[in-house]
């Protein structure tokens, strides 16, 4: 939260109340935040005490574990039980962790049989041995605090959740600013690591005995420099060419693997489609929307020519596809015993795309009418998921399903159980929990074998969103959902997402682990994974759009660092088939005053966080207990402020002005939070809609949460005559001008209060909330600009939900047209943004009924009838502010 885009990550922007800017209207030059990352490694250890008269010493010696290959692949898989899993394992392992993930390939040397001792007092490398402004983009990864307290019981005074949003392919949109990693090769010397934690060599190690040794920033263990990797060290004790090696000069690095971090050769990527052909799905046009877009992205999609493509329809059936390039059409064959699936013509169901283009060209072509007169509306969903498993698992890759209807037959059938009467109880989250074990289980079956799996749900009626969201949330998938799905309002929004889906860049069989210094350990993960061992999580795919929050706690009471390295590892394999590691590494001060670690508060990636903690909270507890959680976090913290040395700051007050400038949003955040759909109270919310919002949630990146909770309204009606014209980034940052836009900058109109007291009946209002646009127009607004936004000069008669705006190219010159123009401008800069999700716009009327009234949802500043948002700002602020008082 603080700034808008265009504004660095981590800039904080002043605070909102009744009469001042919104947060979003702040914004300064960017500016650089820091990150963490962490490990948890099991060991052997042993105790050795040596006494003598006067002195007492504790010896404590480390022993790796150390395994063959053959225990990390039983199964054949990297987490076992899978044919082929690609990783898991790196010499002495990817992440050195224990047990299967500790195993060293066949081929590698495995782990050293007795490393050198560690006194537990063993040193770490000082603030002053590194350069502490080389850090990782904090688009790949924040933290939720930029120092960290030096000890347990200064972090219990604190009350800060110390934590980490990973974004680990956050670079790869390949759209300016973002870009890739400096490729490392470390050639026939092998990658240089920490013989005891298996660390990445980074920019935070520091250097002994003239640069023959290495000190390890997480352990402390001093490793022996490779004779082909030796450097002399400066007059600083820097290596001389720290700045032309990218390992020692970047906070995020790629390093090419070498074959012993394989368990299998790369695999060629795979693209499979699972596709409902039922009556609902054809009427609704999801059929169509869906193969016309699979169609249009055939030519983009990442793997060049080794790219494999297959496709099943099913309805009550399930229909196979013989893709076989020597045929002239495709051939469909129906297997409708589903109870005893097998796979007709198993080799032609997955096919080279390339090979085999013409027939894959035909097929999609003829699919929508070759289904047009279907009249079933079951649903084989299970059948059709064990089928296509069936067919991807020699290789993996990424499964893609469109559904239309709660599944009905076979296994994994599900029952409609939405209940009315259970909304806004204390029973209500119980619908919010996945009901039907198997989803769950067969998620974690795709998982080993290297299936990712990308969910579009279109139904009309209930679909128990709930429990089909086990299938993307446990293989790193990602989640669709257009409720009453028509595809008149929702066909670009899926044809865009689905776009986006097929062409982003993907890591393949990838594996993350977080490592960080002694002293810290990870207590909870956060996110779309599968989690294997401890600590090490198993992803069949990773995108630009996986995020990860990565939740730290103390294992010592002291932490004898005085700066904590974070690392995060990603081994992965490319869409073009190289095997490659991506580190990233971020360094962060220890510090003993509770003051400076409360400056030092990233507000956005905190309430990230808090937001993703108290999902888990909902689901086990209950909807209220969520909202409690997230106001107990408030409260505590400016209660520990006091102890920081800011003093009190008046319950009175609505400006809490002797409160820390990095946490100053911190109330008006945690209202707004418990206001969202995500955790608001009352029964109008239906639970597919917000297992779907909290689905969104746990995968949201930071830039993203910070509209999610409190967006941003823009005033169209009266906006500058520069607001949606271009705008350098240079000009921006010296300006202080807000903006969006990734490909080109564009100047945003004012932003507004989130109040309806802002509200005028001569204006119109664009709200953007991360994941969507709403537009509001009032009875009295210009009617000429009216007609050049949604070709209409007044809502009156009009079927709101079927208005789109205007393309600029369709307005005549004057004025309207050139405010048409711009707003098209500002609303496609948004789009770019959140790249995630398409951002779909809806027009809302004044007085039009149940759409104006979610649109009041998003005026989290007022009061409103419902658990968790009976008070506005000015009230909200004197009761947090008085229960940290204790009152």
Known sequence: MGGGPGVGPGVQAQPSYPGMAPPHAAATAPQRRRCCVLQVTTYFKFEVSHHTSTLKYHINFNFEASHNVAALCAGAGYGGGAPGGSYGAGPGGFGGGAGAYGAAPQGAPAGPAAPAAASHAEQLPGIHEIDITIQADPRVMRMTVGEIPSSASAHAQCKLPIGAIIQPMGLDDQIPPYGGCEVVNFGSQGIVRCKRCRTYINPFVSWMNNGRQWRCNVCGMVNDVPTSYFCHLDANGMRRDRDQRPELAYGSVEIQAPAEYMVRPPVAPVYFFVIDVSANAVNTGMVAAAVAAIKACLDRVP?????????????????????????????????????????????????????????????????????????????????????????????????????????????????????????????????????????????????????????????????????????????????????????????????????????????????????????????????????????????????PDSVFGVEFAYDEQVLVASVISIQAALLYTTSTGERRIRVHNVALPVKTVCQEIFNSVSIDALCNLVAKQALDVALTSGLDAARARIQDVCVEILRATRGGGYGGYGGAQQQPAGMPEAIQLLPLYSMALQKNPAFRGGAEIRPDERAFIMAQLVNMP???????????????????????????????????????????????????????????????????????????????ANRALVASLIGAPSLEGLDTSALALLPAAAQPGGSSGDACARVNAVVAALREERAQHYLQLMVVGEGDGQNEHRFFWHLVEDRAPFPGGGMNYAEFMQHVTRQSFGG
């Open 303 to 543: 793997g060049d020519e080794r790219s494999q493509f297959g496709l099943i329809t099913f309805d009550g059936s399930i229909h196979f596809y013989n893709l076989k390039s020597t045929l002239s059409q495709p051939q469909m064959l129906v297997v409708s015993d589903i109870s005893d699936l097998f796979l007709p013509c198993p080799d032609d169901l997955l096919v080279n795309l390339a090979e085999s283009r013409a027939v894959v060209d035909a097929l999609l072509d003829a699919l929508p009418q070759m289904h047009r007169a279907a009249r079933s509306v079951d649903s084989a969903l299970g059948p059709a998921l064990n089928a296509a498993g069936k067919v991807m698992a020699h290789l993996g890759g990424k499964m893609v399903v469109f559904c239309a209807n709660l599944p009905s037959l076979g296994e994994a059938k599900l029952k409609h159980r939405e209940n009315p009467r259970m909304l806004g109880t204390d029973k209500e989250h119980l619908m919010l929990k996945p009901d039907e074990p198997w989803y769950q289980n067969k998620a974690q079956d795709f998982s080993k074998l290297q299936i990712c799996v990308d969910l579009f749900l279109c139904g009309a009626q209930y679909m128990d969103v709930a429990t089909l969201f086990q299938l993307p949330s446990k293989t790193g998938g990602q989640l669709f959902y257009y409720p009453g799905f028509n595809v008149q309002r929702d066909g670009v929004k899926l044809q865009a997402e689905l776009t986006r889906v097929l062409t982003r860049a993907t890591a393949f069989e990838a594996v993350m682990r977080v490592r960080a210094t002694r002293g810290l350990r990870m207590s909870n993960f956060y996110g779309n994974y599968f989690i294997r061992g401890t600590d090490l999580l198993a992803l069949p795919n990773c995108t």
């Open 702 to 780: 930071v830039d993203d949460s910070r509209c999610f909770i409190y967006p941003r309204m823009f005033s169209i009606h009266d906006m500058p005559a520069d607001a949606g014209t271009p705008i350098s980034a240079e000009a921006a940052a010296a300006e202080g001008m807000p903006t969006a836009g990734r490909s080109t900058l564009v100047r945003l109109p004012p932003v507004v209060n989130l109040s309806a007291e802002r509200l005028t009946s001569d204006g119109i209002f664009l709200l953007e909330n991360g994941v969507g646009l709403l537009m509001w127009v009032g009875r009295a």
